[in-house]
């Protein structure tokens, strides 16, 4: 099955900064990537996707980009704020699958 | 909001007893898939249904079992249960089409053995 690891898993970064967090995955027929955030006492909420036939997807101050060669996938987030802070979590989809298969997630807090 | 709900939010029962979880899915979404997040494990998927019928099963125990109805609600049972069984669980849905994965997420129920 499917082996996503994810990195770091906590990251403290100055409110304005970026952050980054890394993934990658084992099944290279993987091909839909998600990545999740999850604030505290609620459920993972879908914050933006890419698929294997593009490399880079953006979205206002969040960006993804996938490295299908070396099967890994990085979540961007640039000019970060107070709200910004929760457990992020990235994941992947082989193409004959739907269950999710999950990294084990980074707490992110930004720093004001 | 997802538009996924999740009854109860929170529910506290005894080693040995048996627990029902509820799920209504996203309006238009077929299928519903059960997840188990806990401190050591993360999250795991346990089992999906589209449409009524199972479609795939994950790392579920045999204690557990899971149904969806012909309104498409899903019911997650536990019975059985021990210590370990305390987590959070989640319900996510997704729209009917092949070729979308997007899954969206309840807000969950935090089950506690004791």
């Known amino acids: 099955g499917e082996n996503v690891e994810q990195h770091p898993s906590t990251l403290s970064v100055q409110e304005g900064d970026s952050a980054v967090i890394k993934c990658t995955y084992s099944?290279?027929?993987?091909?839909?990537f998600p990545w999740y955030k999850q604030e505290l006492g609620k459920g993972p909420q879908l914050i933006i996707d890419i698929r294997s036939n593009v490399g880079e997807k953006k979205d206002q101050r969040i960006a993804v980009t996938l490295n299908k060669t070396a099967k890994h996938f990085s979540l961007h987030i640039t000019e970060t704020q107070p709200e910004d802070s929760a457990v992020y979590f990235c994941a992947a989809i082989p193409s004959n699958d739907y269950k999710l298969s999950f990294g084990a997630g980074t707490t992110v807090t930004v720093r004001a | 909001d997802s538009g996924v709900t999740q009854t109860p939010k929170h529910l506290i029962t005894a080693t040995g007893q048996r627990v029902t979880l509820r799920c209504s899915p996203r309006s238009g979404d077929l299928s519903v898939y059960w997840y188990q997040q806990s401190l050591d494990q993360g999250l795991q998927f346990l089992i999906q249904?589209?449409?009524?019928?199972?479609?795939a099963k994950g790392n579920i125990l045999e204690r557990f079992s899971a149904q969806q109805f012909p309104d498409l609600h899903s019911e997650l049972n536990l019975s059985s249960l021990e210590l370990g069984d305390s987590a959070l669980y989640f319900c996510a849905s997704s729209p009917t089409s092949g070729v979308s994965y997007e899954q969206y997420f309840g807000p969950g129920t935090r089950l506690t053995v004791t």
């Open positions: 099944d290279s027929a993987s091909n839909y």
């Open positions: 249904y589209y449409n009524g019928e199972e479609r």
